[in-house]
Structure formats: C-alpha cells, structure tokens
C-alpha cells in the first residue's frame, strides 16, 4: 500500500522556507519570487511591523546624559594615579612588594569567601600600629550585621597574613546598604 506524504510543514506553498523569505522581507532585499508570489508576500507583510520598528531603532541616535563623560573620566583618572608599593614579609635576601591595588582586590576576593555580604570598597591606610584596612559592604542575607563582620576580618586578616605577610592592626567595616 502506497502512502502519500504530507507536505513539507516548513516550506510554503511556493516550496520556499518562510525563515528565509523573513530574513529576506526583515533586511529589505527580497528576491523576485518573493516580491511576486502570493505565499512569499504574505510572510513579508507579517513582518512588516517588525522590520518597520528595526529600522526606527536604527535611525535614533540615543544622546548620552550630559555628566556621563565627564563621570566616566573622573573614574579613569582616580585610577591611573601609580599605585604605591607595599612590602611584603619575605625569606631570603632582597625584597618583594605588591601593589596596593592588588593587594586590595586579594582582600576583597578573601571577603567573597564569606556569604551573606558583597564588599564594595578597600581601603589600605598605614596607621599608627601598622596596616588599617576599611571595607565597605552590602549586607546580601539575615545573617546579624556582628556576627557577618567577625567572619570578614577573619577572612581579610587570614588574607593579609597568608599573602602579604602582614597582620592588619585594625579592621574597619561598614555595612552601606541591604540587596
């Protein structure tokens, strides 16, 4: 017994796919076929309204707020300020530094150990005692404010040691917002 297969459901009538009649209609170069037949006319003018929006979107020309360049250049110059050096206890003869931009994203990369707060802000300051270090964080969980700030000194103190060879002499923190 012979069974008849059903048409292609993928094609159009005309044998053409509507995927690439779309693409053609959306980019505004149809083929001759398509801008004469019936079948192919019709996916074209469903996307009409689609392609009609493309192209108001391509014509605006967004204008950025007026402070966005000069916001934007104040970041960049409060940045290629040289970082200072910081010593780090070291064996052997010689003698080794960080960065202090490094060594600010160590201790911020130790606070993202601990769940429950998102560290924005690092600050190194040599106080009198030795490195002062002040966080700022958002409180991300119910964890009590104390009980979190305990477990990032304990991070940042277990970074400064193991890494930098320093025992920071205080610890700030200050918990700026709830996210």
């Given amino acids: 017994m012979a069974v008849d297969r059903p048409s292609d459901p993928e094609r159009l009538p005309c044998g053409r796919q509507p995927d690439e009649v779309a693409e053609h209609a959306l980019r505004g170069c149809p083929t001759g076929h398509e801008r004469d ?19 108001e979107l391509a014509a605006e020309r967004p204008e950025p707020p007026p402070a966005l360049v ?49 560290v924005g ?27 979190l700030a305990g477990r990032l000194r304990t991070a940042v103190r277990t970074a400064a040691r193991e890494s930098l060879g320093a025992d920071p002499a205080r610890i700030d923190i200050a918990f700026t917002d709830i996210g």
């Fill in 37 to 55: 037949c019936p079948h192919c006319r019709a996916v074209a003018e469903r996307h009409r309204p689609l392609a009609l929006a493309g192209a």
């Fill in 70 to 118: 000069g916001s934007v250049m104040r970041a960049v110059r409060s940045q290629a300020r040289p970082d200072r050096l910081l010593p780090v206890a070291a064996r052997g003869p010689g003698r080794t530094a960080v960065r202090e931009s490094a060594a600010r994203a160590l201790l911020v990369a130790a606070c993202d150990t601990v769940p429950g707060a998102a």
């Fill in 121 to 147: 802000r690092c600050r190194l300051t040599e106080g009198p005692d030795g490195l002062e270090i002040a966080l700022s964080a958002h409180l991300t969980s119910t964890v009590p404010a104390p009980e």
